[in-house]
Nanobody, 129 residues
Framework: QVHLVESGGGLVQAGGSLRLTCTASGGAFPLFTMGWFRQAPTKEREFVATISRNGRSTDYADSVKDRFTISRDNAKGTVYLQMNSLKFEDTAVYYC??????????????????????WGQGTQVTVSS
């Protein structure tokens, strides 16, 4: 079963940038749709971005569109989240998630946490105002 580990979180000033990395092991990484989610204190876990198995399709939450970029390297088993122009409201624990391909007819992109069955432990991102 695929195991996910996030890294790259930290403290940054508003307007700054961070790059999160999610490293996968133990599974056929190219067969997984990957997603990034985040959860702030007292809030529900929310969708941030998702990327298709071959990396050609992406989808973003409106709140991060044009500021964040998701990408993946299937040879390395990694998925990235480049976060630019960070805002105080981006402060949260960021989670990487994986969804295995369900076969012919399955969608390429997924926004709902329940559609993913593998999660990392999360990495804290704190943006100071």
């Amino acid at each position: 079963q695929v195991h996910l580990v996030e890294s790259g979180g930290g403290l940054v000033q508003a307007g700054g940038s961070l790059r999160l990395t999610c490293t996968a092991s133990g599974g056929a990484f190219p067969l997984f749709t990957m997603g990034w989610f985040r959860q702030a204190p007292t809030k529900e876990r929310e969708f941030v971005a998702t990327i298709s198995r071959n990396g050609r399709s992406t989808d973003y939450a409106d709140s991060v569109k044009d500021r964040f970029t998701i990408s993946r390297d299937n040879a390395k088993g990694t998925v990235y989240l480049q976060m630019n122009s960070l805002k105080f409201e981006d402060t949260a624990v960021y989670y990487c998630a994986a969804r295995p391909w369900a076969g012919v007819g399955d969608s390429d992109l997924f926004r709902v946490p329940a559609q993913y069955n593998r999660w990392g432990q999360g990495t804290q991102v704190t943006v100071s105002s």
